[in-house]
């Protein structure tokens, strides 16, 4: 008989089972931090060399409450989401990033890389296993810039790999080159992505505006509306952005003309009333 000692033992063994794969667990969920704040997050990444991962959410919704009580915790899902700097935002609070990036219902799920420009998105409630799959895609994507360059090594003067180095650029807030490229894409001589240089001199004036070069946006954006009239791109867009730089300017008569024409253009309800706000700050 091996008496109560033998029972003691095995008892304490497996407790003690219990208690390390427990630990473990803790010891994971525990690498896994969550940023509220953008301007800390962008800089982590950087500093760290890791992509990053927005999980944006309302207070309201839950399949946002699902995925982070019962989805994120899981030891598949950690491990993957470990490998990036983690950002949490309410979507409802954040208007312009839905804007940037479409968000038009909660959960949306971003994947960006480690400079900030957009590599996955998910819309809606995912799995486990669509998340896991779409962060390993995402960490393979997590240096863009050097995938963007080497493509462009290959054809220098492709309009495309022009294009879609201005636009990371542009995310990554290095307006200096997003402006390079973007002008590289209107110089290029290719017969290929003729119809979407009318989007590279657009984002060319919204260039000169994030760099505050009001000047050069109002001339890059009076070309733009020369070149395309309404109906044909993002002509009130380009009045508005005008509007804003002629304001910056000081020229308030240009400034208030420009976003007259904006509004008249405009049938965004949201986009009518951010106008209106502007135009009455003019005044």
Known sequence: MRGWKYIFDLFSSRLLSVFLIFTISNSLSSKVLWETSVEEAFQKAKSEGKPIFIDVYADWCGYCKTLKNEIYPRKEVQAELSKFVLLS?????????????????????????????????????????????????????????????????????????????????????????????????????????????????????????AMEQHSKAVKTFSLYIEKFPPGSGFTNLAYYYRGLANKELGKKEEAIQDLDKALELTTDLTEKKEIEEDRKSIQ
Do not use: C, W
């Open 89 to 209: 935002l309410d979507g409802d609070r954040f208007p312009n990033l839905k804007r940037k990036y479409d968000i038009s219902g909660y959960p949306t799920l971003l994947f960006l890389d480690k400079n900030g420009s957009l590599t996955e998105k998910i819309a809606g409630m995912p799995d486990s296993r669509m998340i896991v799959r779409t962060l390993k895609k995402a960490y393979d994507k997590r240096d863009l810039e050097k995938s963007l360059l080497s493509k462009l090594s290959k054809d220098p003067s492709d309009p495309k790999s022009l294009f879609a180095l201005g636009e990371y650029y542009f995310n990554s807030r290095d307006y200096k080159k997003a402006a390079e490229f973007f002008y590289k894409t209107l110089e290029s001589d290719s017969p290929r992505f003729k119809d979407r240089k009318h989007q590279a001199l657009f984002n060319l004036g919204v260039t000169y505006s």
